[in-house]
């Protein structure tokens, strides 16, 4: 089996990889190439271009590297139309891979897009798009495949990685004792986001919520941590000038240790939210963005919940505040209700656990299943 991949991001490298290793235990003989990181290249991708290129995230900063994306998107179809793999694999990166997936299927290649762009969250007509580019759509959540039946569009889940590598039960004490951390306090973890943008719009927010939690019971710590040092820096600042007595001890790049240690979270929206949900952790979700911004995103987005948590159990079961309801007092006092009603943490960590395995699928041999069947499936046709 000859397969082409892109993978553009961080994330994409390490599911690429996952999803190569699994199809070789199919296949021995498989080759791959495409783009890929690091991660790819050592389970056996023949690179075509450094992944670098195509990892620009944003609105704007995509603009300025267009002439770049182009020429990739260009030859990189060029060289598969030439040299046609048996089936082509998109990983993420929707916005230039779809281009890509099109491209390839309109000269009769089969594509598999890995990751489903969020659809179901915001541009849904971007649907009939995938629906041209793709045979099959490898989903990491239930709902999505549900999204894509609706629309008939062919679609498999598969699980996902995070769930196969986070562990079902969560040592506290085993990350407290890693941390150097008291084993008997209460502490409030603090993840206000990982890039500079995130922390203008949530540092002041945490800063201040952290700090009334602490007026209301002096006997809470917290602890946080940061993506780099200077995310770090940039938190620190804060709370240098909003609460500089308070008890936070600062880790750089241990967000599970962090997660696995604290009672409850104080969390921006994002996929942190599900990792913080694997880790067993209850968590209040907070998010805040520019006004125009903000305008924008709720003219575009149409779901009941933004924290993965509820959009995975279809209902509420942990509180977030978005934009000006996401207010100091009404953040502590949620992180209150859990430390004041130990049966809430409890009932909590159940529904977690209960998701955390219904999304525990062994994703990759699941996704590699996948693809292997439609190389079966469209090679008993062509003979």
């Not at 099959?136 to 999505?144: A, H």
């Not at 509180?319 to 207010?327: G, H, L, V």
Request: glycine share 6%.
């Amino acid at each position: 089996m000859k397969i082409g991949i892109i993978a553009g991001e961080a994330s994409g490298d390490l599911l690429g990889a996952g999803l190569i290793n699994a199809l070789r235990e199919l296949d021995p003989n498989l080759t791959v190439e495409g783009i890929g990181g690091p991660l790819m290249a050592k389970a056996g991708c023949n690179n075509l271009f450094p992944s670098e290129s195509l990892a620009v995230m944003g609105i704007l900063e995509p603009l300025f590297h267009l002439p770049e994306l182009l020429s990739i998107r260009s030859k990189i179809v060029k060289h598969f139309k030439k040299n046609p793999p048996d089936i082509f694999i998109g990983i993420d990166s929707p916005d230039f891979n779809l281009g890509v997936e099109l491209k390839l299927h309109n000269a009769g290649i089969k594509v598999v897009h890995y990751v489903s762009p969020s659809v179901w969250a915001w541009r849904p007509n971007r649907i009939h798009k995938i629906a041209k580019a793709t045979d099959l759509v490898l989903t990491l959540l239930p709902f999505e495949k549900k999204f894509y039946d609706d629309h008939k569009v062919p679609a498999t889940f598969v699980g996902h990685p995070l769930a196969d590598q986070i562990p079902i039960d969560i040592d506290r004490s085993a990350a407290r004792a890693k941390l150097n951390l008291d084993e008997t306090a209460t502490y409030i973890g603090l993840l206000p986001g990982s890039r500079h943008t995130e922390l203008k719009h949530m540092g002041e927010l945490f800063a201040k919520t952290a700090l009334l939690c602490w007026q209301r019971n002096k006997n809470i710590r917290f602890i946080a941590s940061a993506s780099n040092e200077e995310r770090s820096a940039e938190f620190k600042e804060y709370i240098k000038k909003i609460a500089p007595d308070l008890p936070l001890q600062f880790f750089i790049n241990q967000t599970q240790d962090v997660m696995a240690a604290a009672n409850v979270l104080l969390v921006k929206s994002g996929t942190t939210t599900l990792e913080a949900m694997l880790m067993k952790r209850p968590m209040v979700i907070a998010h805040k963005l520019g006004f125009i911004t903000y305008q924008i995103a709720s003219a575009l987005v149409h779901v009941k919940w933004i924290g993965l948590p509820n959009l995975l159990a279809n209902e509420k079961i942990v509180p977030e505040y978005i934009q000006n309801d996401a207010k100091p007092y009404v953040l502590c006092a949620a992180l209150m209700d859990y430390l004041d009603h130990p049966e809430k943490i409890k009932s909590t960590e159940d529904k977690f656990t209960e998701i955390h395995k219904a999304i525990r699928c062994d994703a990759s041999r699941e996704a590699a299943k996948a693809v292997k069947e439609l190389y079966h499936g469209a090679n008993s046709r062509n003979r």
